[in-house]
């Protein structure tokens, strides 16, 4: 399986991801308001399946970063993001979470829409990797798409996205295929479930961030 499963071609991703994932700007901005919290004066940070590379240009010009990482498995992806990221101290490198080399290297982790991509033993070990990359008491901050709790429940917050779609500009039939994606192309688990997971994986402390749609943040330390 790849790491990602990509509803949008990649010249027209950054355009269609507002179109389709409520707050999608928010997001970042919620993890930059916490790194900054964090007061940090100099650090690492790792962003795993980076797209086009929004995470490091939210970063870029806002913190003093030792060194920023960006991955993905999408070689077009990477272009574009590089394109876009001309500095020196972010790296861009083709490379499937599973297979992380770093130990101990980041003090944040980024994983923005990444994880319901993996089915539950592969999400285990891509959370596994992401916590062994970390050093001690290193942030890891993720976002991505939730199962509700119960059927009644999905077919709902189900609809509530699709309109969400349709008045950014979608049609019905546009955001009908999106939303048929679930439990389909991706594979999200409860929130619950989301942080038991982080727990098991050897996270001390995990937190809910942000939750709004279909979508939640957690925030976990080493």
């Not at 970063?65 to 790296?91: G, H, P, Q, S």
């Not at 062994?132 to 119960?150: Q, R």
Request: net charge negative; glycine share 4%.
């Amino acid at each position: 399986m790849k790491q990602n499963s990509m509803p949008f071609e990649v010249a027209k991703y950054d355009k269609q991801i507002k179109r389709t994932l409520p707050f999608y700007e928010e997001m970042m901005q919620q993890i930059v308001d916490i790194v900054a919290l964090l007061d940090l004066q100099s650090f690492k940070w790792l962003d795993v399946g980076c797209g086009t590379g929004k995470m490091a240009r939210t970063v870029l010009g806002i913190f003093d970063t030792e060194k920023m990482v960006c991955i993905d498995v999408e070689e077009e992806m990477l272009e574009r993001a590089e394109r876009f990221c001309d500095n020196e101290k972010i790296e861009f490198l083709k490379c499937d979470i599973r297979e992380l080399p770093y130990q101990e290297m980041f003090d944040i982790v980024t994983a923005v829409q990444v994880n319901h991509y993996f089915k539950k033993d592969e999400r285990v070990a891509v959370i596994k990797k992401c916590y062994n990359a970390l050093g001690e008491n290193g942030i890891y901050i993720c976002f991505e798409n939730f199962a509700p709790d119960s059927e009644e429940s999905t077919r709902l917050y189900l609809e509530h996205w699709k309109q969400f779609q349709i008045a950014n500009g979608k049609t019905e039939e546009e955001a009908d295929l999106h939303i048929g994606r679930y439990g389909r192309d991706y594979f999200p688990v409860t929130i619950s479930e989301s942080i038991r997971l982080l727990k098991d994986c050897g996270f001390r402390v995990v937190e809910i961030l942000w939750v709004s749609y279909m979508q939640v943040g957690i925030l976990a330390r080493k």
